[in-house]
């Protein structure tokens, strides 16, 4: 039986969107119980008003204090001992569940994840990884912003975990790995790009080179290795753009009557195609690196959002991700011990 | 009277794009005069194939040699003095024309243009700008990929530099500038970023503050700065995102019957909605930082794509960015040594 812990108070909507996520995992996924962690009142409040209640696969666990959504992390990490965040964390510490999930602020969450957790032996620091669509399936990206200067050692990390996660949740044997750049140079990228790529070239990775940002969505590469910076602007550059290329096909279909016509045939066509974008279909980021699974959902996440999140943490729970990048960085370091 | 000087010879397509653009913009574009620069041969066929000729508006100036799109920069530069790309340079630094257009390699392309037009006093080294589209009209952004590393006050320089360029082509007084940066972490961006910040701050410029990927696209901005490498994967998975869209909108129509039917309705809207996110619409860079004005046009460039380069040329020559840059550059200096 896996449990997950849910941060009920993260996010920007709390217990009205972390509630009923709950009851539609509960249903979806037999094999699954739920912890929802945080202030008792508001959580049963909105139980009641779902006409839902406690059970043994639902069970409320208080945490009185709320880490804020601009609360600075060191602030929370010091000052909200009994937050539902930090609670739900400990409660992945403890065993008593498998994973977490929070919508809360995103520093927070890091600092309190690896201060509560601690990362893996032999990781620098943990990263923020995710899927996204590709024209054929999807690709996992890391890192999204948990590190903005990155050393060679730690992206030829990040290309590990990501291999290995991507293997676990997705039995694929040999996770195509690309290392991102920039294609203009004469001799291209940074130093650190072009450190990475030879220690990703003397790895056991089935590392496949440079892509460019374009090779992102083309769905070559099962795993994009880059840093933080990069990343978190390649991430939200993404969801911008998507936002505006809805916003372009809504204003032309409102254009006139003929158009609006011509959106009420298509609407079955629309609505296949944004069910394909939709971003809530990717929600649920992955703190990877630590000693325990811990989801970042979007701060904004809808019902429908967060129970992504929840599911991308049934998922890394069931496949025990973390304890797998454990064994195999283990076995690399021996490996490596005797290789020297 | 304006007059550019095409690389007839770059580009994956050369003179098969190269010559109908010009001809193209002969018709549009009265004030101004075209000299191909290139192969007399091929030029030649090419306007016998479309009935031109050479006319005072429609020059071909000879060049013997022509850069290959994978040619080291460094070889381009050193060993092809007699190059279309090098020869259409030349005239810009001769006067004869008052900017120069070319499809071929960007690395050969920034590294002649350096070595022939020299970089403007104040200005450490040329990026890359161009035109996106946004929500609302369209915003500058730079550098993406001349330069893989930027100090905080080569940051500056680019800040400087789109700002003029923006208020230049656009009548916009005072252009906003963001500073590109990831909202993530706990004291936000790395110590380039922030140092950048700081002088951002202190400068003339209407600062408006950092600005995360997701808001390239709202149109509250005019100019966004970051480094190349950063910019360059920026644009490139723009390029690589808005491509699976279409993709996938395509797909959906062309699912069945019915859906094929209701791309028939839909059509004209489906082609308001291409027109506006068209990337040859938004086709021409600048290698800005230069004693002239070089634009670079996608190497892939179909003749609507490299017309709307040579536009760009136009718009850039006639409002004399170029010298406007240098004398803003030298105003600020002479200000600069006064308050020293």
């Known amino acids: 039986m896996t449990t997950i812990a849910l941060d009920a108070m993260g996010g920007d909507h709390g217990v009205a969107v972390t509630v009923p996520a709950a ?96 990362t893996l032996p032999g990781i620098d620091r943990p990263a923020i990884i995710t899927s996204l669509p590709t024209m054929r399936g999807h690709v996992h ?3 999204l912003g948990a590190n903005v200067d990155c050393s060679p050692e ?10 290995i996660l991507v293997a676990a949740i997705e039995g694929k044997a040999r996770p195509r790995v690309g290392l991102l750049n920039v294609g203009e140079e004469d001799i291209k990228g940074n130093e650190v790009v072009k450190k990475t790529h030879e220690l990703l070239r003397a790895s056991a990775l089935n590392y496949c080179g440079y892509v460019e940002g374009d090779e992102i969505y083309t769905g070559d590469m099962d795993v994009i290795v880059c ?46 195609f944004r069910r394909r974008v939709d971003p809530r279909r990717y929600n649920g980021a992955t703190l990877i690196g630590l000693n325990g699974t811990v989801i970042k959902s979007h701060g904004g996440a809808d019902t429908l959002a967060f129970e992504n999140a929840v599911r991308v943490a049934i998922a890394e729970a069931n496949n025990q991700v973390p304890e797998r990048i454990g064994r195999e960085l283990a076995a690399m370091q021996a490996q490596a011990a005797v290789a020297s």
């Open 23 to 118: 009851l539609a995992v509960l249903t979806r996924a037999p094999g699954v119980n739920l912890i929802l962690v945080g202030q008792r009142d508001p959580i049963s409040a909105e139980l009641n008003r779902r006409h839902a209640q406690e059970s043994p696969r639902l069970r409320v666990h208080p945490a009185s204090e709320v880490v804020g959504m601009d609360e600075p992390p060191a602030q929370a990490l010091r000052g909200k001992k009994d937050s539902s965040m930090r609670v739900a964390i400990d409660l992945v510490k403890q065993g008593t569940a498998q994973a977490a999930v929070s919508a809360g602020n995103t520093g927070a969450l890091m600092a309190t994840a690896r201060f509560v957790l601690k």
């Open 141 to 143: 990206a890391l890192d």
């Open 154 to 163: 730690q992206l030829l990390q990040f290309a590990i975990m990501g291999s």
């Open 227 to 272: 840093d933080g910076f990069v990343g978190n602007v390649m991430l939200k550059t993404s969801e911008g753009l998507a936002r505006m290329i809805t916003h372009f096909i809504k204003e032309e279909f409102k254009r006139n009557m003929l158009t609006k016509l011509a959106a009420l045939v298509s609407l079955p066509v629309l609505s296949a």
